[in-house]
Each structure stands twice: as structure tokens, then as C-alpha cells.
């Protein structure tokens, strides 16, 4: 018999870590790896966590999924301490949480219907039961044609499906990605965040997706928490993280990959190129947005707009444009305010570089 874990209390986050800490003794040299983390993961969403190599990330993945122990702090998956939990209802627990490698980890000996079937064997269920589920799961990633084939006969997008088919075998309530995507090429990647997004919509399964890039935050996150150095340094929903980023981690994050904001040098070339005072502007209301820009000619101040992009996101849209606001310095600061009330304006420095 498989041991129940306890009860979930009602309205409980998928997963919460309060002060958590994680420290690894490397020889006579201590890592921190996280340092005092409070984070909510709310049920039947996507959260999305960003940062540098080494900040952190993995080990905050392995901490949900009890493959590592805080060192202070407490982590809790459906409201359940999990310090508090024996061996046997650890690995019940784990029955509950997917898990989607980097690097796929199938058997390569064992065909793909062998592979999603193998943590329904692990758990005990009967062959009828196992070969139910598998069909069931292979038509959900579309791979029924290749339950036969062999792991070496797949691509890799192919793999990843196999790899999430499996993850899902135990129908878990949360599904945690480690890199899911990043060996996989940019079409390859929109097929599996595809694939992602149906796991989260279709089956209501939570979504923790550890990763670096940034189309997987635009595509499939509905909250974002960026890990700098072990902690936190900003968290929200994605439109707001990546919107109006308050943390230099987040902005050098979305900048290295929207191009929505001129960098240093093409702040330096537009000041060459136009006169006027140079603002951007991540628009949160596009209607409002429109009128305040109507209204500028009335009150002698020309617009011109030199830079911008529009990023899709899950829910919504991101969209940044660079003005050249020229005028009378009085009204162009008006015209500034109007736009701050729909809109996250800021006034470019002068390029120092
Ligand atoms: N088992 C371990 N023993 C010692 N140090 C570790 C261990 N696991 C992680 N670390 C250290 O903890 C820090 C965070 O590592 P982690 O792998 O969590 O970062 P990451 O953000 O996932 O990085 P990457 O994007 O490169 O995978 C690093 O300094 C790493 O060297």
C-alpha cells in the first residue's frame, strides 16, 4: 500500500519556503547556495524562476522535490511541511510532483511507452491501469505513432515530450521544469512550451519552470521571482516583472533579450540623431496611452517615436516605445505626467560610454 501523505489545508499555495536558507559544505569551504527565501508558488499557475548561472535556481528546485534538506527554513508543498514527513511519505509526496530534465534522463533501453509506463510500475498499479494511462498520455503529447520507438530514434523536442508524458504519468498537481528547453532549437522550443502551457490550462497541473530564457518566461509564465546570488531580488506577475523591472539582475536579464529598450550605444547615437527630451515608456494602457499622445500637438509638444517593440506575453502584451519629446520644457514635463499615469516612463540618461 502506498502511504497517503497528509491532508492539503484548504487554499494552500502549491509549494511555499519561508527563511529558507541552503548552505553545502564543499571541503573546509561553505556555499550558500539560497539565502533566506520566502516564495509562494499559487496553485494552478506558472512561476517562472530566472537567473544568472549559479544563482541558485536548481538548488531551489531540489528543495521542493526533497532531494535536498534547508539548512534553516521551511518548505511546504500543498501545505505540508516537509521536514515533518517520514521516507515512505516523501516518496508518496514525489508521486505528486513531475519532474522535466534538460537533458530528457529517458532509458534509452526501454521504449517510449516503456518510459512513460515506468513510474506506474514503480508505484504498483496493474497492467490494465498502466496501459490506459500511457495511451492516454501519448495521445495527450502526440506521440502515439512512436510508443515503439527507442529514445535514440526521437528528436529532441520528441524526447522532451516523452520526458513531460512520463512526468505526468501519476497525474502530479505540480510539474517542476529544469531547463526543459534549453537544449532544444527555437522551434523546438515553442512546440514544447506549447505542449507546457496545454499541461497547465487543460489539466490544471502548477507549473515551476526554472530557466534563462526568456521566451519561456514570456511564453508560458503568469509569475516570475528572479534569483540573484541565492536571494530574491524581484518577484511578481510576469507583465510587471518584466514591464517596469526594479532589481539590475531582472534588467539585464530582459534586456540582453527584448530588444524593447536602445542600450547605452543606441541612446548615444539617437542623442546625435534627434533633439528633444528622450523617454521610454512600457505602456499599461494602450487606449490611454493614444490619447495622451492625441493631445500633444494641441499643447505644442512633437512626438517622435525612435525606438520600441512589442513582446507577447502569456496574458498580455509588452509594449516599450522610446519618444523624442520636443517643446517647451514646462509642457513637455505636463505631457511627461499624463503619460506616467498610463504608462512606467523613464528619462534616459546621457550614454556614459
Ligand atoms: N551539491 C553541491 N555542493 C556544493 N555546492 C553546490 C552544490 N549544489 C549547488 N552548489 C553551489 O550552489 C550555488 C548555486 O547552484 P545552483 O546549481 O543552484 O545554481 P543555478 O542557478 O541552478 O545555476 P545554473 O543555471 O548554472 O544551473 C553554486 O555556487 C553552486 O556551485
Redesign the pocket.
Known sequence: MTPTPPARPENAPAVRLRGVSKT?V?GKKN?T?LQEIDLDVATGRVLAVI?F????????VRLINALETPTTGSVEVDGVDLAGLGAKQIRALRARIGMVFQQFNLIRSRTVYANVAYPLEVAGWDKDKQEARVTELLHFVGLTEKAWAYPDELSGGQKQRVGIARALATNPEILLADESTSALDPDTTKDVLALLRRVNDELGVTIVV?T?EMDVVRELADDVVV?EH?RVVESGPTEQVLGAPTSSATRRLVDATLRNVPDAREIARLRERVSGRLVTATVHDSAGFGRVLASTGARGVEPEIVHGGLTPLKEANLTTLTLALRGDDVTVTQVLTDLAQVATVHELEEATA
Do not use: D
Not at 53 to 59: D, E, I, N, R
Open positions: 553545502f564543499r556555499v547556495a537567473g548561472s549559479g544563482a541558485g535556481k536548481s538548488t531551489l526554472i534563462h534569483l541565492g
